[in-house]
């Protein structure tokens, strides 16, 4: 079974920085696409950023280019969202998602399995 565990996120200032991890277990990854999205109070689930798990490939929201740095370790079957600077319209709650095929994924739709969500909060 397929499982997805965030973990990293917090409290911070503007300005600072937070990295956010994303544990994967239960399957082959090595074709798999991974994402991560946000969803903030009162809004829809946005996308954030992609990357294919084999080749590292990535794609970003306009939003956070320049921003964040989506990676992910092998041998840790782990994804990571590091975001710095980050902004208070930064703020919500950030998914990890996996996606069965190779290619990189901007909608949610695309997306096979969800994490349970960790929370951002960024105070101004």
């Known amino acids: 079974q397929v499982q997805l565990v965030e973990s990293g996120g917090g409290l911070v200032q503007a300005g600072g920085s937070l990295r956010v991890s994303c544990v994967v277990s239960g399957g082959t990854f090595s074709s798999w696409t991974m994402g991560w999205f946000r969803q903030a109070p009162g809004k829809e689930r946005e996308f954030v950023a992609t990357?294919?798990?084999?080749?590292?490939?990535?794609g970003y929201v306009d939003s956070v280019k320049g921003r964040f740095t989506i990676s992910r370790d092998n041998a840790k079957n782990t994804l990571y969202l590091q975001m710095n600077p980050l902004k208070p319209e930064d703020t919500a709650v950030y998914y990890c998602?996996?996606?069965?095929?190779?290619?990189?994924?901007?909608?949610?739709?695309?997306?096979?399995?969800w994490g349970q969500g960790t929370q951002v909060t960024v105070s101004s």
């Open positions: 998602a996996a996606r069965r095929r190779i290619g990189l994924a901007y909608g949610s739709d695309q997306y096979d399995y």
């Open positions: 990357i294919n798990w084999n080749d590292g490939s990535t």
